[in-house]
């Protein structure tokens, strides 16, 4: 009857029936945008290979996550449209430098999407940033391969094999000046002009400081990352290496050139800020960005290697469900205005 | 070389000794101290903690034996999923009589099939037979009948409720149902009734719980329950099992022989029978004036 | 320019009928009116089947404090007491009337003359808003005479007129602010006087600023000629944000105070109404008018491209149909037709439903908007969390709810939940999340009702 009234099979559904038009696919894309400008300095510097590194790995990450979708999780879909192995795909190959070889990076993506992400259920379920666990397993797979910087810009468009000349980073001049003084190192560490340009020895997303913020503020303006929160690891960061210069400028080189050296900006812009693995209220993101800049700094100064960005966000995204108990958003209702009620 | 073999293995040893005492020490001091018949028990029950006994699982039960063996009656509690072979073999490890327990089935009580019932909507939602209800009355519009969704399905711990994609009703397993009542209290719509499973697994009951007025309950469904009474006129001569409210039948398992008397007289097939029951007798030209 | 504090989205707007004059809608030939169309018990019977009825004769009167009574909204015959199917299809009680002629009672002042003065008191407007059966028309359908019957011991200092219409498509209230603005400032004096409160303030999204401007010249005008104390009554304009029409995000975008958890609105001193409520009780007061018709938006994407859809003034107990008749056939890519605005009504599956007190749209959504989108994982994006106008944690709680851990949920909250859908709204991977929030709170409310139970009970 109600069939005839109508005249046809109506839809069904709670409301609301409006959507946001924000889907994950548009947030991923989005990122895949503003990691742009990076990829393009990585080419501008490193040629071809830094094109062929990121192609690969972003290549990898998509075809593992399409066969596990497929064959292990025996759906009929793929959810590699979302672009989010995109993203991992491109956040791995800059966090490596350009001369690595391909074969190696394939590993690291299959331990990035295979292990990180997929084997927890696929996105949304991986505890730790995927690109994050890919790089720290090649770091300890292939540590010379890992370590191995070819010198940016000194060599053509198409060269192949980058790592015939190599360069040491920046942090790792200054972890190699060590108790010595820094002024032994002095002449060799690059200006801070290049550092936030880019053209310095590195991961190829380490390049330009200044492509990764752009990348970030378009995020930030397109609402998916809160500009606090890079802000704020950036701000942890400059705090612990900041003291340390205050107390002996001798051997510690100050807050800004930490700022703007190695992976701080990529990781504050681009790994801190990952939807999945970091807290769910605001407040916990920035207690959260902020430990994990504190710790980089710590692990920077004190710790075995020159870079603790990758480290200081993977032992954060281990804390994200303490971070989660602790950190709740201001209920409505429960505050001092509300008159105390509970 | 051999030094170093040999430290590494005392320091292990220590240290594992270490533990070892530690743990002993907990395991001794801490020890709860356990009727020893509680787990002889709980190994004769079947051991899925369904709480159909209205205990917290087979320990429970097994808890509430002891005590009431102490008190030297348990023939007040059953285990429907162990059913009376297992009552027995309690009742033998405490020596004691066991009550006598009806052996029973869960049985829906819709027959609104994609068929019978046919959409007249599409839901657009998550395949939850609770959130359906909350929804809407539901894709056929019948606001008493099953959603299709099979909560049932998921919450049967003995895999005996099946959904039917071509009747898009759900179905029970009557030799793996054990009555445990979990599908009772799934089911927003309360479809599912325990029942005897009935003298050779003979059983009859009205296949709906649609209690709107007979126009209504015939718009949405075939097979809907108008309650006219030609069943209860039909039972009336015979055992009185069959009462009529909110125009609703209901049949007494208790008083009900299964004689399937009550079938074939419903004009709207709303009774389900699990044998083929007896073909009509001419009289039924006598009966229909009646029921107008 | 103001608003509420915590959370809220922007959905598009869509206010397609904002420029079309109310029409009034004539009487359909049957109409069936539900004797339970508010917050509350059911009201009580007063007619039978045969019985002759006007409009404005009461059908059933209130059965308790938290009831309102109905009234005929059509002069005609009882056909029958039956049930009608409500929006989401469920059968419920009905005065079904075949409807003849259009009397009204005697008593009722049909003529269109504002009435000015207020002659009755406070104790009188509140019972006679009580016997007119008025409810929240803004949807909540909360019985008015409730709100204004101030206890013992709660003082009340604001009274706030909600004219924010923050769902999309709607435009009724729209629409009334600038057709009969002065009614609705009589009846704001009407509930200012029940309610005693000294200031009322007149909330509206500044994304209608014509409504805003014509309310203030209107103010002034009385104002000027001294028919309002100077300053007492005013427009505040609020910034467009939603869910600012729910009570509790109004009065803390118009006066800051936060409505504490499991409290009213009474309890820091304010008074909500909707602006049709507001008229309602000015037709009630002021020309002893029952509840007997609303102004429905007749909407829709392609409906309103194809020349059709408007406002219209509806007769409560009109069914669906005739609504559909009047905007001349449903659109014919039409997959989903919503009964009240887009982000809380209700989907429809029938055409025999009736236009109740609370129903103040019907929206045709096309195919394409119609069915929801493929659902993904949650990827924490805390775009929920961010969303949500009452702090809640709405991922947490939809997780929750699927593990049937109701005393968590509680805890988290679960209850404060208002259902404005703003999460669902901003899930990128279209969870859908208030589905299980709901069915949560009916879960948590039995476990709260049997908790108070087994405490009366020792």
Redesign the interface.
């Known amino acids: 009857?109600?069939?005839q009234?109508?005249?046809?099979?109506?839809?069904?559904?709670?409301?609301?029936?409006?959507?946001?038009e924000?889907?994950?696919a548009?947030?991923m894309w989005s990122v895949v945008l503003a990691l742009m400008p990076t990829t393009l300095v990585g080419i501008w510097f490193y040629g071809i290979r830094a094109a062929v590194v990121t192609l690969t790995a972003v290549g990898a990450s998509v075809v593992v996550e399409h066969v596990i979708v497929r064959y292990f999780f025996r759906r009929d879909t793929t959810?590699v449209t979302?672009g989010?192995a995109v993203v991992t795909g491109m956040l791995l190959a800059y966090n490596v430098p350009a001369g690595i070889p391909l074969w190696q990076l394939v590993v690291g993506a299959v331990v990035a999407i295979g292990v990180a992400k997929m084997a927890f259920?696929?996105?949304?379920?991986n505890p730790f940033n995927p690109a994050l666990v890919g790089r720290a397993f090649m770091l300890v797979s292939f540590p010379v391969d890992m370590t191995t910087w070819p010198v940016p810009g000194s060599q053509g468009f198409a060269t192949w094999n980058l790592d015939a000349v190599t360069a040491a980073t920046p942090l790792g001049l200054v972890k190699e000046a060590g108790a010595g003084g820094l002024s032994a190192v002095a002449d060799q560490l690059p200006s801070y002009g290049s550092l936030f340009l880019g053209n310095i020895g590195g991961c190829i997303g380490e390049a330009s400081a200044l492509a990764v913020v752009l990348g970030g503020l378009y995020l930030v303006w397109k609402g998916?990352v809160p500009w606090v929160v890079p802000l704020l690891y950036l701000a942890g960061l400059g705090l612990v290496t900041g003291i340390a210069w205050a107390i002996d400028p001798g051997t510690y080189i100050d807050p800004l050139y930490h700022i703007l050296a190695g992976g701080a900006m990529l990781g504050a812009w681009f790994m801190v800020t990952d939807?999945?693995?970091?807290p769910?209220?605001?407040t916990g993101?920035m207690v959260f960005a902020a430990s994990a800049g504190l710790l980089a700094g710590i692990i920077r100064l004190f710790g075995g290697y020159p870079e603790g960005v990758s480290y200081s966000i993977l032992i954060m995204n281990a804390l994200v469900p303490v971070f989660?108990r602790h950190f709740?958003?201001?209920?409505?209702?429960?505050?001092a205005?509300?008159?105390g009620?509970? | 070389m051999t030094q170093t073999i040999l430290f590494s293995v005392l320091v292990l040893g220590a240290v594992a000794a270490i533990f070892a005492t530690i743990l002993y020490v907990i395991a001794k001091k801490f020890a709860v101290e356990e009727d020893p018949r509680v787990g002889e028990v709980t190994e004769m029950l079947p051991g899925i903690n369904c709480g159909a006994c209205g205990f917290p699982g087979c320990p429970g039960m097994a808890a509430a034996l002891v005590d009431a063996a102490d008190g030297g009656d348990i023939s007040h509690l059953n285990c429907p999923p162990g059913g009376q072979e297992t009552m027995t073999r309690i009742g033998e490890y405490f020596g004691l009589e066991v009550g006598s327990a009806k052996e029973t089935v869960a049985v829906l009580r819709c027959g609104g099939s994609c068929e019978k019932a046919p959409a007249k909507a599409s839901y657009d939602g998550p395949r939850s037979c609770a959130v359906a209800h909350g929804t809407f009355a539901g894709e056929n519009g019948c606001a008493f009948g099953c959603l299709g969704h099979g909560d049932c399905e998921v919450v049967c711990p003995f895999d005996a409720i099946t959904m039917n994609p071509d009747t898009g009703l759900p179905e029970v397993d009557q030799e793996k149902c054990t009555s445990c009542g979990a599908c009772v209290d799934a089911c927003p719509r309360n479809l599912f009734e325990i029942r005897p499973v009935g003298r050779r697994d003979r059983r009859v009951w009205i296949n709906c719980r649609n209690t709107e007025s007979p126009v209504a309950a015939k718009k949405n469904c075939s097979v809907a329950c108008i309650g006219c009474g030609l069943c209860k006129k039909t039972c009336d001569g015979i055992v009185q099992a069959i009462t009529i409210e909110n125009n609703l039948a209901y049949i007494d398992h208790d008083k009900c022989i299964a004689c399937g008397k009550c079938v074939p007289v419903c004009p709207t097939n709303a009774i389900a029978a699990t044998f083929e029951p007896p073909k009509p007798k001419p009289k039924k030209t006598e009966t229909e004036p009646a029921a107008t | 320019m103001k608003t509420f504090s915590i959370g809220g989205i922007h959905p598009p707007e869509n206010k397609l009928t904002a420029d079309k004059p109310i029409v009034d809608l004539a009487p359909p030939a049957q109409v069936a009116i539900p004797v339970s169309q508010h917050i509350g018990k059911p009201a009580e019977l007063v007619v039978e089947r045969g019985t002759e009825v006007k409009v404005g004769t009461l059908l059933a009167k209130a059965s308790g404090f938290i009831s309102a009574p109905v009234h005929s909204s059509v002069s005609g015959k009882v056909k029958k007491i039956d049930t009608v199917v409500d929006a989401q299809g469920y059968r419920r009680q009905a005065v079904v009337i075949a409807v003849d002629g259009d009397e009204w009672e005697p008593g009722i002042d049909t003529t269109p003359d504002l009435v000015q003065s207020i002659p009755m008191d406070a104790t009188s407007i509140v019972a006679r808003i009580a016997e007119a059966g008025i409810v929240g028309a803004g949807g909540a359908t909360f019985p008015t005479a409730v709100k204004y019957s101030v206890p013992e011991g709660k003082h009340v200092d604001t009274l706030l007129i909600n004219g924010v219409e923050c769902e999309p498509y709607l435009t009724a209230d729209h629409r009334l602010m600038l057709e009969n603005a002065d009614e609705l400032i009589v009846g704001t004096r009407v509930l200012m006087k029940a309610a005693g409160v000294a200031r009322a303030w007149i909330g509206i999204e500044n994304n209608k600023p014509d409504a805003i401007a014509h309310l203030q010249e209107r103010l002034q005008t009385l104002s000027a000629a001294g028919e309002i104390p100077e300053g007492t009554l005013q427009v505040l304009p609020l910034e467009v944000k939603y869910p600012q029409g729910g009570e509790k995000q109004l009065i803390e975008a118009a006066t800051g105070r936060e409505v504490p958890s499991g409290k009213l609105p009474l309890d820091v001193g304010c008074v909500v109404s909707n602006v049709s409520t507001a008229i309602a009780v000015y037709h009630a007061v002021q020309k002893n008018r029952p509840f007997i018709d609303r102004i429905v938006t007749v909407t829709g994407k392609e409906l309103v491209a194809r020349g059709d859809g408007g406002n219209f003034r509806v007769r409560i107990g009109t069914p669906v149909s005739a609504l559909v008749e009047a905007v001349g056939g449903m659109p014919e890519d039409t997959a989903k037709v919503v009964m009240g605005g887009p982000m809380t009504g209700k989907a429809i599956t029938s055409f025999d439903v009736p236009i109740t007190k609370g129903s103040g749209g019907l929206i045709f959504m096309r195919a394409a908007d119609a069915r929801r989108h493929a659902v993904g994982n949650c990827i924490r994006c805390s775009r929920c969390v961010g969303a949500c106008p009452m702090g809640l944690e709405p991922y947490l709680l939809e997780k929750l709810v699927q593990a049937e851990m109701w005393e968590d949920a509680e805890r988290e909250g679960i209850m404060d939940c208002i259902e404005c859908g703003s999460c669902n709204f901003a899930c990128p991977s279209n969870r859908p999340i208030l589905d299980w929030i709901r069915l949560g709170k009916g879960r948590v409310g039995a476990l709260r009702r049997s908790r108070a139970a087994a405490r009366a009970g020792k």
């Not at chain 1, 009234?5 to 946001?20: D, I, K, Q």
């Not at chain 1, 709740?328 to 505050?335: A, L, M, S, V």
């Open positions: 009857m109600s069939t009234a109508t005249g046809r099979s109506l839809v069904v559904a709670l409301p609301p029936h409006e959507r946001s924000v889907s994950v548009r947030i959810t979302d989010s259920g696929g996105i949304g379920n998916f939807m999945t693995t970091s769910m209220s605001l993101r989660d709740k958003p201001r209920k409505f209702g429960y505050g205005s509300a008159g009620a509970a």
